[in-house]
T-cell receptor
C-alpha cells in the first residue's frame, strides 16, 4: 500500500526566505505526483503536477523536483511572502486517476 | 482547468439529520470524486461517481451513509445521512482534467459541515 509522508509538519520562516518542503512515497511506481495548497477551511488548489517521466516542474516562484528511484519530491518556494502561508499537500495516484493518496501536509507560516 | 462549484460552502447541522452537497463542473467529465477531510487530518477518498452507474465506494464508506447521485456529466450530489458529530468535516468534490491527459486532479472549494 502506498504511503505518503511530508516533512516537516510545520514550518515558520521570515518573509523573503526560501521554503523547502519534502514529500516521500513508499512505492516508486507512480504515474505522477501533484502538489496542492490549502488555505484554512477551504478546498485545494493545484500548484504543480510532475509526470513520472519528468525530473522537475516550474511555475513562477514554485519549483518541484521528483526522484522516483528514491521516492522523493521537493517543493521549493522562492522568496516567500506572507501570502504563501497555507498548508501544502503532496499526493500520488493509487490504482487509477483521481484516487489519490495524500500526505498529511506541511503547514507554512511566513511572517512579515 | 475545470471550474468546480460546491453548495453549500458551510453548514451547521443537527445530529440525526441528513444534508445533500451539490457539485457542479463547467465541463463534461467522466468521473467525479468525493473526498472527506476530518479536522486536522488529510484527505480520504469516499467514492468515485460515474455517470449512468452506481458510485464505487472505498473501504470504510457505505452507500446507506453516503448516497451519491450522478445524473449527468457535469453534476453530482453527495448526501451525508443520519449525521453525528463524527461527520463534522470538509467534503470536497474533485475531477480529473481529461483534456490534458495528465491525470491532474482539481478540487472544489469544499463544503464545511459542523454537526452538533
Amino acid at each position: 500500500k502506498q504511503e505518503v509522508t511530508q516533512i516537516p509538519a510545520a514550518l515558520s520562516v521570515p518573509e523573503g526566505e526560501n521554503l523547502v518542503l519534502n514529500c516521500s512515497f513508499t512505492d516508486s511506481a507512480i504515474y505522477n505526483l501533484q502538489w496542492f495548497r490549502q488555505d484554512p477551511g477551504k478546498g485545494l488548489t493545484s500548484l504543480l503536477l510532475i509526470q513520472s517521466s519528468q525530473r522537475e516542474q516550474t511555475s513562477g516562484r514554485l519549483n518541484a523536483s521528483l526522484d522516483k528511484s528514491s521516492g522523493r519530491s521537493t517543493l521549493y518556494i522562492a522568496a516567500s511572502q506572507p501570502g504563501d502561508s497555507a498548508t501544502y499537500l503532496c499526493a500520488v495516484p493509487t490504482d487509477s486517476w483521481g484516487k489519490l493518496q495524500f500526505g498529511a501536509g506541511t503547514q507554512v507560516v511566513v511572517t512579515p | 482547468s475545470a471550474v468546480i462549484s460546491q453548495k453549500p460552502s458551510r453548514d451547521i447541522c443537527q445530529r440525526g439529520t441528513s444534508l445533500t452537497i451539490q457539485c457542479q463542473v463547467d465541463s463534461q467529465v467522466t468521473m467525479m470524486f468525493w473526498y472527506r477531510q476530518q479536522p486536522g487530518q488529510s484527505l480520504t477518498l469516499i467514492a468515485t461517481a460515474n455517470q449512468g452507474s452506481e458510485a464505487t465506494y472505498e473501504s470504510g464508506f457505505v452507500i446507506d451513509k453516503f448516497p451519491i447521485s450522478r445524473p449527468n456529466l457535469t453534476f453530482s450530489t453527495l448526501t451525508v445521512s443520519n449525521m453525528s458529530p463524527e461527520d463534522s468535516s470538509i467534503y470536497l468534490c474533485s475531477v480529473v482534467d481529461q483534456g490534458r491527459g495528465t491525470g491532474e486532479l482539481f478540487f472544489g472549494e469544499g463544503s464545511r459541515l459542523t454537526v452538533l
